[in-house]
């Protein structure tokens, strides 16, 4: 034992002596022939993690090219959908990308407390399965404290699973191995543990503890005939055999070496020969270059320049000269200089109701520019499970989307902390995932999709039209499709010899009904469209490792509390009544909460029915109203000029357009009488104090219209369009109604995912809230030469 383990220090010791310096124009082959590989990413950023009634969840979607990030330079569907806990898709709404972005929001009113997972993906995507399409876990939680879990009995040793993960991928015999390992929880968190190697005598060979979120390493050089397992300190009756060591075979240890990285190759040091393999480094699917390595002994060590990878995940393969797999690991390479927004606050605290501004300067390399409007989040830090570090655009891009499986706090990889440095931490997760999980494996073997599944912007309407009472197709019959309650054609077209039909490409917004009207070559009516049917969404069947649970913490328990405290505070004659574990809310009158928007809560809500459908917006008013009169071009409320708002917006609405609504558009209306504060900034809407608002909000889907029933060759469908998105309410203070505007309880300060750059440089500006606590900054976007744009800051809001 003494002579072996000499001669493994004296090889060690001299092993630069068999080095072999990869430089590129040595390279003896190169795969420029190789085809191009055709994938896209989705990144989903969605403002915070907690959420609670009547918040609305907000959404960005980047679409980029999945090797070079760029934003893809087209029109693009992109579903975005709300998943529950059982797998029902209980919200999905259809994004249209322009120039590889697009925003959205859900709201989250009729939605029942526990945990969500938002879920994007395009008909690209779906050819390369689950994992391809982005998951993020979010929480509803209606409740004032938190929901309880029920426990699962486990047997003892089965509440910890630890992996022991040779590097290359496996243990070879008499030669010193690195072993990655992971210590996981049930819930898939890493925990601390320490223990002990020991072979099948019970021998302690080694000791190990984990360094970073459960993992850690170790060296261990098997011996022929023996089997090896752990022990852990912390389950003293667990032992957990490590993989079985190979007679055969390579293993590789890799390590950084200033701007090189230096890969130590070994083999058996008992074998009567050494190996012939090739040296193959490889990124997203695409070969960067091969040599073929001729070991002069046992240990070789292989040298290359960091600059010959692209930044992100690579792999390295050794393969023997019939090309099977000998050892293989991946690495994370970044040539990056950090992130590329500097972002400066005018102070580091503020009070409540105090103006905020930001400075934020892009750090471009020469030539490139701000390809896109970038996203600014602010968001109180009590509503995310783990600070900030679970996710941003950099760690989704740079890791999540290129390795299976949920990673844990992937933000945290690119910043250095006390302990550990970046290269580290990426490094021990390089080894702790494996060389069976690399998304790009998956992505080469997959038959290259359809480009019509790649060009898919806008919505199709297809059917086929058949005789009234007979079952034969109708050939050259003319379909006319428009819209349901206006007079405006979208389009017209006539059937094939199958009598099929189909209108591609059309742009339609929101939910609503379209009126398709048939007719045959002679003019007549007697035709039935049947349509074809949407795919269906009702479920989906997530991957278990798509990301990982999220556990509601006593921060944001304790914020959803002050919140719902202060809107029953607002409004007293609500009647809500608090008990301890319950809410229950007893309405004294008709009106309805409006968390999170214009206003709280209003003096009447109105709800229409289908009674109501004949008559027309303005009468409806003036029978429910008695307050309310009509001067046509003007209308009144107790007096005083009305303005209008139609689901939330606040664009200021003319008569004109109101007049224009129909009743079965509409859901409900609310009524604030003048007088009623609603916190908009003084230069919209007026001063509310001596006017109305009544707030219109409209159906997703209009009701069909009693004239438009039994007509023949005619059909009324709903369609589901892109959704438009909202913007964000912003509350903005002046000495006026700093005072006297209601309690502001808003979790996420501050939305814009449309903020322009000139010349790399944008001031950002928005008002705190009522809420003291520490609050994180966001700001991102993808430049023309696919860089990530990102930065982040924080600042404090105190009390009065």
């Known amino acids: 034992m003494f002579n072996l383990m000499k001669k493994i220090s004296i090889a060690l010791l001299f092993l630069i002596s068999f080095l072999v310096q990869l430089q590129a124009q040595e390279i003896k082959s190169r795969n420029d022939a190789r085809k191009q590989l055709l994938f896209e990413k989705l990144y989903v950023h969605v403002d915070r993690e907690f959420y609670s009634p009547g918040d609305v969840i907000w959404m960005k979607v980047y679409q980029v090219n999945g090797i070079t990030h760029q934003l893809n330079a087209n029109y693009r569907n992109i579903f975005v959908q709300l998943v529950s806990d059982k797998g029902k898709v209980v919200k999905d709404i259809i994004l249209f990308s322009i120039n590889g972005q697009a925003a959205g929001e859900f709201r989250t009113d009729s939605l029942l407390s526990g945990m969500y997972t938002i879920r994007a993906t395009t008909k690209f995507l ?18 004032m404290k938190s929901p309880e879990v029920p426990a699962i009995a486990q047997p003892e040793d089965s509440k910890i699973d630890v992996a022991f993960l040779p590097e290359g991928g496996n243990l070879v015999l008499n030669a010193l191995n690195t072993v990655a390992f992971k210590a996981i929880n049930l819930k898939g968190r890493g925990i601390y543990v320490s223990g002990q190697i020991r072979n099948d005598r019970g021998d302690t060979l080694t000791t190990f503890a984990t360094t970073y979120l459960g993992m850690g390493k170790f060296k261990l050089m098997p011996q022929d005939g023996t089997s090896y397992y752990a022990t852990i300190d912390q389950y003293p009756g667990l032992k957990i055999p490590l993989p079985q060591a190979r007679k055969d075979g390579l293993c590789m240890n890799c390590r950084a070496e200033g701007e090189s990285l230096l890969l130590d190759i070994s083999s058996n040091m008992k074998g009567s020969s050494y190996p012939v393999f090739y040296f193959i480094a490889s990124h997203k699917g695409a070969v960067l270059f091969r040599q073929k390595i001729r070991m002069a002994d046992y240990a070789q060590s292989i040298k290359v320049n960091k600059s010959m990878f692209p930044d992100g995940i690579s792999k390295v393969t050794l393969v023997d000269t019939i090309m099977a797999p000998m050892a293989e690991r991946l690495l994370y390479i970044d040539n990056s200089k950090g992130d590329l927004l500097s972002l400066h606050l005018n102070r580091p605290e503020f009070k409540p109701r105090e103006a905020v501004k930001i400075d934020a300067d892009a750090l471009l390399e020469p030539g490139d520019t701000i390809n896109s409007n970038m996203l600014v989040a602010v968001v109180n830090r009590n509503y995310f499970s783990n600070g900030e570090s679970n996710q941003n655009i950099k760690s989704y891009l740079l890791l999540d989307s290129d390795l299976k499986g949920a990673i844990e706090s992937p933000a945290s990889y690119f910043v250095d902390d006390k302990f550990h440095t970046q290269a580290e931490k990426l490094d021990l997760l390089m080894l702790v995932h494996g060389w069976r999980t690399y998304i790009w494996d998956d992505v080469v073997k997959t038959p290259s999709p359809s480009l019509e599944d790649w060009n898919d912007a806008g919505i199709t309407v297809s059917g086929r039209v058949k005789k009234l009472l007979w079952k034969g197709p109708i050939p050259g019959a003319t379909v006319a499709l428009d819209y349901a309650f206006k007079k405006f054609r979208i389009g017209e077209t006539t059937t094939d010899a199958t009598g099929r039909f189909a209108f591609k490409n059309i742009y339609l917004l929101d939910a609503l009904k379209v009126m398709l009207n048939a007719r045959t070559k002679d003019g007549s009516r007697n035709a039935e469209i049947l349509l074809d049917p949407a795919p269906a969404k009702d479920s989906v069947i997530l991957s278990t490792n798509s990301s990982l649970d999220i556990d509601l913490n006593s921060d944001f328990m304790r914020d959803n509390s002050v919140k719902r405290i202060k809107e029953m505070q607002f409004n007293p004659q609500a009647g809500s009544i608090l008990l301890a574990g319950i809410d229950v809310v007893t309405k004294k009158n008709d009106a309805i909460m409006r968390s999170g928007g214009a206003y709280s809560w209003a003096d009447n809500t109105l709800t229409i029915t289908r009674k109501d459908y004949n008559m027309t917006l303005i009468d409806y008013l003036r029978t429910k109203i008695p307050s309310f009169t009509d001067y046509g071009d003007t209308v009144l409320l107790r007096g005083k000029a009305v303005n209008f708002m139609i689901d939330g917006t606040d664009s200021q609405y003319n008569l004109r357009d109101i007049r224009t609504l129909q009743m079965n558009e509409i859901e409900t209306i609310d009524i604030l009488n003048p007088g009623f504060r609603i916190g908009f900034s003084p230069d919209f809407l007026g001063n509310v104090n001596q006017s109305g608002l009544i707030a219109i909000y409209k159906k997703t889907t ?47 300060l501050f939305w814009n995912p449309d903020v322009n750059f000139e010349n790399g440089k944008s001031t950002i500006n928005f008002f705190t809230s009522d809420i003291p606590a520490d609050y994180v900054v966001y700001v991102e976007g993808i430049t023309k030469k696919g860089k990530i744009c990102f930065g982040t800051t924080h600042f404090t809001v105190n009390k009065k």
């Open 126 to 143: 779906e050819n390369f399965g689950e994992d391809a399409c982005f998951h993020q876990k979010i929480w509803i939680n209606k409740s």
């Open 702 to 748: 209009p009701d069909i219209m009693q004239a438009d029933i039994y007509v023949k060759g005619r059909l009324v469908p709903d369609i589901k369009g892109f959704t438009l998105p909202k913007k964000f309410y912003s509350p903005e203070y002046t000495l006026e109604n700093i005072t006297t505007a209601p309690f502001d309880f808003r979790p996420t």
